[in-house]
Each structure stands twice: as C-alpha cells, then as structure tokens.
C-alpha cells in the first residue's frame, strides 16, 4: 500500500462542465500517472509527471490538462467534460524502480 | 497499434484447471510486469521479470520471460475462484512509463 488516495471516488456530472479530479500520495515517489480504463481498451496514460510542474502527455491526451504543483498531489481537468470521457480514471505513483502503484480510482460518469 | 498484446481476452474456467495467458510483442523491453486487478480496485503488481528465458513462482502461478525479452506468460495450476480478477501485462522500455496490455479477465467458476 503506497498511500494513494483518489478524490472523489464517484462523480456524476453533465456534458460541457469542468472537472477536476485528485490524487494524493504519502511515499514522496516522483513519478505519478493518470490513466482511464474502458472496457476492450484496458489502460490507456492520459499524462504523467516526473517531479513538481514537469508533466507531458500520454496516448490520450486530448481534453484533459494536469497540474503538480507539489510532490504529492497531481490533479486531472477535464475543462469541458463529455460523453466519450466516462470511464474509471485511475491514478498510480512510482518511486523510479520496481513497481507501479495504483489508487482505488474514481467512476466517472458524464451524462 | 497495440504494443503488447494479451491473449486470450476473456478465459472463464472451472475450479481446478490450468491455464494459460500470454503478453506477446514485437518490441524489446527491459523488464515486464504482471499486475492483477480485482473489481473496483487498483491494480497490483504480482511480479517483474527482467532476464531472457527467466522464470518466476508465486504459489500457484508460474511467470516467464521469452528469451528475447519481447512475450512472457502466465500460468497457472490447480486454479481457484480467488483466482478471479483481470491479468495485466506491462512492459518497460527505458526511461518511457510503462506500456500496458488489454488484460485477460478470468473467471474461475467454483
């Protein structure tokens, strides 16, 4: 257990608004990731960050934007949500060798 | 283009069978990952391989590097309903996050 907490972990919310979603990490691991997962697609990176304000995109980047303005939190934007964008976002650290860690996720559900 | 592919995608069986899942590439990495996820979880990392030709034990589960660092495979003997959950292969290359498969979910039916 690396001490990932995601938040929140549901959210339902309508085509067109803003979303911001938190990970929190208590391992002070450098690197942390978001991903969504869909069924038929498994994960897939939306953008990742190796230290304080340094991130870049992953393979599905469009729509969203990530902010790290401190080592343990990493925050994931959708500036104007939509359909195409529910799935289960997930939020994973890594200390820079060995294994991945992974948050409990969050469902997000855009109507 | 996938870079890892897992198969088979879906492998429901009964309880004590074995069975087979298998992370193919075309791609070289210098290490691969085996996580297992359960519902409404994260995943979690079951093992890492890192030699060619290695093979690793976890119990019941037997993991291996193909010799040219580019498939492995996850067996799994005698398999049980807590076996159940989605298997997921990931694959390192260099200072790149990691590339990760579809996943083979499994069911294994009491």
């Known amino acids: 257990d690396a001490g990932i907490t995601q938040s929140p972990r549901h959210k339902v919310t309508e085509t067109g608004t803003p979303v911001t979603l938190r990970c929190h990490q208590t391992?002070?691991?450098?690197?942390m990731y978001w991903y969504r997962q869909d069924p038929g697609h498994g994960l897939r990176l939306i953008h990742y960050?190796?230290?304080?304000?340094?991130?870049d995109k992953g393979e599905v980047s469009d729509g969203y934007s990530v902010s790290r303005s401190k080592t343990e939190d990493f925050l994931l934007t959708l500036e104007s949500a939509t359909s195409s964008q529910t799935s289960v976002y997930f939020c994973?650290?890594?200390?820079?060798?060995?294994?991945?860690?992974f948050g409990p996720g969050t469902r997000l559900t855009v109507l | 283009t996938q870079l890892l592919e897992q198969s088979p995608q879906f492998l429901s069986i009964q309880e004590g069978e074995n069975l087979t899942v298998y992370c193919n590439s075309s791609?070289?990495?210098?290490?691969l990952q085996w996580y297992r996820q359960e519902p409404g979880e994260g995943p979690v990392l079951l093992v890492t391989?890192?030699?060619?030709?290695e093979v690793k034990k976890l119990k019941r589960l037997t993991f291996q590097f193909g010799d040219a660092r580019k498939d492995s495979s996850l067996h799994i003997t005698a398999a049980q309903p807590g076996d159940t959950g989605l298997y997921l292969c990931?694959?390192?290359?260099?200072?790149?996050?990691?590339?990760f498969g579809k996943g083979t979910r499994l069911s294994v039916i009491a």
């Open positions: 994973a650290t890594y200390p820079g060798e060995g294994e991945q860690f």
């Open positions: 791609s070289v990495f210098s290490s």
């Open positions: 960050s190796y230290g304080v304000k340094d991130t």
């Open positions: 391989v890192v030699t060619g030709g």
């Open positions: 990931a694959g390192e290359m260099g200072n790149t996050p990691l590339v």
């Open positions: 391992e002070n691991h450098r690197y």
